[in-house]
């Protein structure tokens, strides 16, 4: 069983301290095998603070660290004037085994720079602190416009609800579409968002009286395989163009047309994850028509062709 630790540092955020439980945790193979082991340790074993107003007991100590086939360190309070916290990972990282995926959230990326393993390396932390880390770790391509950045044996993460994203990667990276979707169902929360999804839009928050194209978009998603112009989509949603156009961007944060391509790519990988359906047919059923329009799309989106992609997670299934 993949073993993950978890690593409390204090001023730890709760919130953040349990996903990799909550999410990893969750995830059942065929026979409702559990697929994750997640613990939680300590740098000393000690208790730790919290960003609220209790402290936390943890079981384990350093020592498993040097088990761990995957250390997620979850965010802490990083005080302006505190940067005695930087010294941590000196002893942190060198426990670790060769080969040993590292992941963290929010701030705690800081603690993978001090350690020199971002040098280099595109990463991501939450957008409020992006600039700080630009400076102290000038040696990183931080990008604090996106929810998380997988780069491999190193994957780092925006604030709060983009580590839900990442494990939910994660756990789709490791074992497909179906596991990952299963585990987001038990735990409530979307199976999947892009990466390079901006982390915040300031926008308001559409009220339910104004929220009028959620019809038209549970009436899209059961129609992907037949051309969708917008006209058609502004006649269901009984609005003209402009209006729904603009109504659309309020409650979803982009276009139809670039939302509609989203969906079509998803539903793709989907398919090309759990069928044997061929590219062509995969690609008529995703509503892109042919193959060569398809591979457009999942490149401009994902960065892959498809038959890259699936060659991925049928190595990954193996």
Same mark, same amino acid.
């Given at each position: 069983?993949?073993?993950?630790?978890?690593?409390?540092?204090?001023?730890?955020?709760?919130?953040?301290?349990?996903?990799?439980?909550?999410?990893?945790?969750?995830?059942?193979?065929?026979?409702?095998?559990?697929?994750?082991?997640?613990?939680?340790?300590?740098?000393?074993?000690?208790?730790?603070?919290?960003?609220?107003?209790?402290?936390?007991? @943890?079981?384990?100590?350093?020592?498993?660290?040097?088990?761990?086939?995957?250390?997620?360190?979850?965010?802490?309070?990083?005080?302006?004037?505190?940067?005695?916290?930087?010294?941590?990972? @000196?002893?942190?990282?060198?426990?670790?085994?060769?080969?040993?995926? @590292?992941?963290?959230?929010?701030?705690?990326?800081?603690?993978?720079?001090?350690?020199?393993?971002?040098?280099?390396?595109?990463?991501?932390?939450?957008?409020?602190?992006?600039?700080?880390?630009?400076?102290?770790?000038?040696?990183?391509?931080?990008?604090?416009?996106?929810?998380?950045?997988?780069?491999?044996?190193?994957?780092?993460?925006?604030?709060?609800?983009?580590?839900?994203?990442?494990?939910?990667?994660?756990?789709?990276?490791?074992?497909?579409?179906?596991?990952?979707?299963?585990?987001?169902?038990?735990?409530?929360?979307?199976?999947?968002?892009?990466?390079?999804?901006?982390?915040?839009?300031?926008?308001? @928050?559409?009220?339910?009286?104004?929220?009028?194209?959620?019809?038209?978009?549970?009436?899209?998603?059961?129609?992907?395989?037949?051309?969708?112009?917008?006209?058609?989509?502004?006649?269901?949603?009984?609005?003209?163009?402009?209006?729904?156009?603009?109504?659309?961007?309020?409650?979803?944060?982009?276009?139809?047309?670039?939302?509609?391509?989203?969906?079509?790519?998803?539903?793709?990988?989907?398919?090309?994850?759990?069928?044997?359906?061929?590219?062509?047919?995969?690609?008529?059923?995703?509503?892109?028509?042919?193959?060569?329009?398809?591979?457009?799309?999942?490149?401009?989106?994902?960065?892959?062709?498809?038959?890259?992609?699936?060659?991925?997670?049928?190595?990954?299934?193996?």
């Amino acid at each position: 069983m993949h073993r993950v630790v978890v690593l409390a540092v204090d001023k730890v955020f709760p919130f953040e301290l349990g996903i990799a439980g909550r999410i990893l945790g969750a995830a059942r193979g065929p026979a409702d095998e559990r697929l994750y082991e997640v613990i939680t340790c300590s740098p000393d074993g000690s208790p730790v603070t919290t960003s609220a107003d209790f402290a936390l007991m @943890v079981e384990h100590g350093p020592e498993a660290l040097e088990t761990a086939d995957t250390l997620v360190i979850p965010p802490f309070v990083w005080d302006p004037v505190d940067e005695d916290v930087l010294d941590l990972p @000196v002893g942190i990282f060198a426990m670790l085994r060769p080969g040993t995926r @590292v992941v963290s959230i929010c701030t705690a990326a800081v603690l993978l720079a001090a350690a020199g393993l971002l040098d280099g390396r595109l990463a991501t932390t939450h957008w409020q602190e992006a600039e700080r880390c630009q400076r102290l770790f000038p040696n990183v391509k931080w990008d604090a416009d996106v929810l998380f950045v997988d780069d491999g044996d190193v994957l780092t993460s925006a604030g709060v609800a983009a580590g839900v994203d990442l494990c939910m990667h994660i756990l789709r990276r490791d074992h497909g579409s179906a596991v990952a979707n299963r585990a987001a169902r038990y735990c409530v929360t979307p199976p999947w968002r892009d990466g390079g999804q901006a982390q915040y839009i300031e926008r308001p @928050v559409p009220s339910q009286s104004t929220a009028a194209t959620a019809a038209t978009r549970a009436w899209v998603l059961q129609r992907l395989d037949r051309p969708l112009p917008l006209t058609e989509l502004a006649g269901h949603a009984r609005m003209s163009v402009r209006t729904f156009s603009r109504r659309f961007r309020q409650e979803v944060g982009m276009s139809p047309g670039d939302w509609l391509i989203r969906q079509r790519v998803e539903l793709a990988r989907h398919l090309l994850e759990t069928s044997d359906l061929s590219i062509d047919r995969i690609a008529r059923r995703a509503g892109f028509g042919t193959a060569a329009s398809l591979r457009q799309h999942m490149h401009t989106t994902l960065g892959v062709s498809p038959l890259a992609y699936r060659r991925t997670f049928r190595a990954s299934d193996g």
